[in-house]
């Protein structure tokens, strides 16, 4: 049984590079039917995530699939782009290289931030897609089922999941929710329309915030945004009245001086009747002045604080690789120990049938030969013949086991040609 | 079931003990177990404790009559609803770490019981009437209401302070969010000033129903009536402010005025044990004092007192 991986990703490539390798599903669905057009004794899968895009090809034999050359070629084709220009980021692995590999993604250590759980899902997706074809892949289905069983026990025994390393999810999923107990009552003023501001957004709205404002100096800006999360836009010289009526803020404009500073704060200050705001100013450099931060209930935060947060988080990660690494050796050894028992099967399988048969042929001429034989007799006959057979191959099934355990295919190998069993 | 008569307060204190030292760990490193431990630990606690009192109760119903008849029992009955308070706290902010600030106040409680002793209890033939049990019913939940608001008072500066300090927040416990701590005070703050103000007006109605049958009454310028009304007058006017005030809602004015409320409550029990509130007979009109009745319950419950 082979299995191989061709791809590139963000450890290789570039973000321009990964694009022109990059699938939606309607796309995946096309490359896989042409690629089992082409290839029919073959497994594949394709992955393909903003930071990676991979090709898992799995055959009995080398014969049976593609070589990892016809696998570039073909994923280039499908790509509309030269082999030439994509050779020098693409990455191969083979066999158990390749098992390590798919445990590695699966389990979040391969991703650009390391225990980022979105990954284990793009895998089951991509299984999934390639599993809609009906197409036999018992290779495949067995080694992704690992890779899922492998992701799940990092999960579990690691805490390398545990902690946002995201400046917005921090800022969100951390800092927000120590000041309030639900966002879906809460006024969310978004000062500035650009990407930051929308990641943001996304995380606020996925922790319930249902009512956002935005104020750009750009109005088109501020429109597009505002459609986008169901929100409302204020023109910016109402800048003043949306932060005295906001709970919490989200500034990310790219202004060179504070847009809001403690004075414009200070005028409106008593009309907030002292409620909580929690300002992010996400900007750099500062959209609100720092002394704002002194005002009282103010809890003003700036990109520099949640960084702090997320290198502590992203350290506390990293310091749980050892253990991750571990649970991986570990996976992967038992994955390949079981798949060469697997391997071994239709051959243990053809000599017990090559022995079974000639027993039969034997048992037959001999009964001919002896002529009347009482019940009794022949079943002692018959018990023998199964005797022998089973104390002949004893020895050869035990050594092959044992063989199983290393991973090797020497004995393998031997027994096939010993006994003409073919591959 | 005669074992259930053994559970002494040693029980459920040690309990309640193991528990908060299981609650301290969790600030230091993660333990998948420990959480299942300390519900354990609590249930088990909460179970002797509740027996306990179920016991004292029956056994007091049988002789005297009195509910909780002394201020030692006053003061478990207080550290049971702050249990139960901390159980339903688990169940609805699991992470957080509000047992570290409930626990030691329901020690603390059992440790002033224990300290008072049952000999401080109240004369029978006066305490056994319906206003005085609402009278003391009352304020034994508004003060388990007022050291709740204090805990979360003191759980909203602590909280506030270090996010105004920007320090990063712990990995292993939180505490709950600002907002929810800040309507959970203003509403044991609402509570707490309901409960006393029925505790005052029930005992003003005591003392006028027992000036008309002839019995002895309490002066209207005791320190006990004078201190509670100071105590009811001062959540009045702090409930009024905060329903009035839009800005006293908000941020560390709740907090502090939990937290003043709390001191108003301690000062007033001290007034209460000097004065020797509910334990002594208070003067008849024109006669002698009556000297307070011998304890109550010492040589009738085999766990009253602890040893040692």
């Known amino acids: ?423 | 079931m005669n074992w259930l008569y053994g559970i002494s307060i040693t029980c459920f204190a040690a309990s309640y003990l193991v528990a908060f030292c299981l609650e301290l760990t969790r600030v230091f490193f993660r333990a998948p177990l420990r959480k299942y431990l300390i519900n354990g630990v609590i249930l088990a606690g909460f179970f002797a404790h509740t027996t306990y009192l179920v016991l004292q109760t029956q056994m007091q119903l049988a002789g005297t009559g009195l509910f909780m008849g002394s201020w030692s029992g006053w003061c478990f009955g207080a550290a049971w609803l702050l249990i139960v308070a901390y159980l339903w706290i688990r169940y609805r902010q699991p992470q957080t770490l509000s047992g570290l600030f409930v626990l030691p106040m329901v020690i603390c409680l059992i440790g002033a019981g224990t300290w008072l002793g049952p000999e401080l209890s109240f004369p029978s033939a006066r305490a056994r009437t319906v206003w005085n049990a609402v009278h003391g019913l009352s304020l034994l939940v508004g003060t388990a209401t007022v050291i709740l608001g204090f805990v979360f008072g003191t759980m909203y500066l602590l909280q506030s302070s270090r996010l105004k300090k920007k320090r990063p927040p712990s990995r292993l416990v939180r505490y709950p969010s600002l907002e929810w701590l800040q309507e959970t005070s203003e509403m044991l703050l609402l509570v707490s000033t309901v409960l006393l103000g029925v505790g005052l007006l029930s005992g003003i109605l005591v003392n006028v129903i027992n000036q008309k049958i002839g019995r002895g009454v309490l002066p209207w310028n005791d320190p006990v009536i004078i201190s509670s009304a100071i105590l009811f007058v001062w959540l009045l006017i702090s409930l009024l402010f905060n329903l009035v005030y839009r800005p006293a809602r908000q941020g560390r004015k709740v907090a502090y005025l939990v937290l003043t409320s709390f001191l108003f409550l301690v000062v007033e029990f001290a007034i209460v044990l000097y004065a020797g509130h509910a334990t002594r007979e208070p003067e008849l009109q024109g006669r002698g004092v009556t000297e307070a009745p011998a304890a109550l319950c010492a040589s009738q419950l085999p766990a009253c007192r602890e040893a040692g």
């Open chain 1, 1 to 423: 049984m082979i299995l191989k991986i061709i791809g590139c990703s963000h450890h290789q490539s570039s973000v321009e590079v990964r694009e022109r390798l990059a699938f939606n599903p309607q796309q995946t669905f096309r490359f896989l039917r042409k690629f089992y057009d082409a290839y029919p004794q073959s497994e594949v899968v394709l992955l393909s995530t903003c930071n990676r895009t991979e090709l898992y090809a799995a055959g009995q034999s080398h014969d049976l699939m593609p070589s990892t050359e016809e696998m570039e070629l073909f994923l280039a084709d499908s790509c509309g782009v030269q082999h030439s220009e994509i050779n020098d980021f693409l990455f191969e692995h083979a066999n158990e290289q390749a098992v390590r590999h798919l445990f590695a993604v699966a389990a979040s250590l391969d991703s650009m931030v390391i225990g980022e759980a979105q990954i284990l899902s793009q895998v089951k997706q991509a299984y999934r897609q390639a599993a809609d074809l009906n197409q036999p892949m018992p290779l495949t289905h067995h080694v992704f089922q690992a890779a899922i069983r492998v992701a799940k026990r990092v999960a579990s025994e690691t805490e390398i999941h545990v902690n946002r390393v995201s400046i917005p999810s921090i800022a969100v999923g951390v800092f927000a929710r120590q000041i309030f107990e639900r966002l879906d009552n809460k006024q969310i003023l978004v000062i500035g329309a650009g990407k930051m501001a929308d990641e943001t957004l996304k995380y606020i709205q996925g922790e319930g915030g249902r009512d956002f404002v935005v104020v750009n100096r750009t109005r088109e800006a501020a429109v597009r945004l505002a459609e986008k999360f169901n929100g409302r836009v204020a023109d910016w010289d109402a800048l003043s009245d949306q932060v005295q009526n906001a709970d919490l803020i989200v500034s990310t404009t790219g202004a060179s001086q504070p847009v809001v500073s403690l004075q414009m704060y200070q005028q409106i200050e008593r009309g907030r009747l002292q409620r909580p705001l929690f300002v992010l100013d996400l900007a750099m450099p500062r959209d609100f002045e720092p002394s704002i931060g002194e005002c009282l209930n103010v809890y003003l935060y700036t990109i520099d604080d949640l960084q702090q947060e997320c290198d502590r988080n992203r350290n506390a990660r990293v310091g749980e690789w050892p253990k991750a690494q571990k649970i991986l050796d570990q996976e992967t050894e038992r994955f390949m120990r079981e798949l060469s028992l697997r391997s071994k099967g239709p051959t243990i399988q053809r000599l017990k049938q090559q022995a079974q048969q000639i027993k039969d042929i034997e048992l037959d001429r001999l009964m001919k030969r002896l002529g009347e034989v009482n019940p009794q007799q022949q079943k002692e006959i018959e018990a023998s013949f199964h005797r022998i057979i089973n104390k002949l191959l004893h020895p050869p099934l035990e050594s092959l086991k044992d063989e199983a355990e290393t991973g090797t295919t020497g004995l393998l190998d031997a027994l096939k040609k010993l006994f003409q069993l073919g591959d």
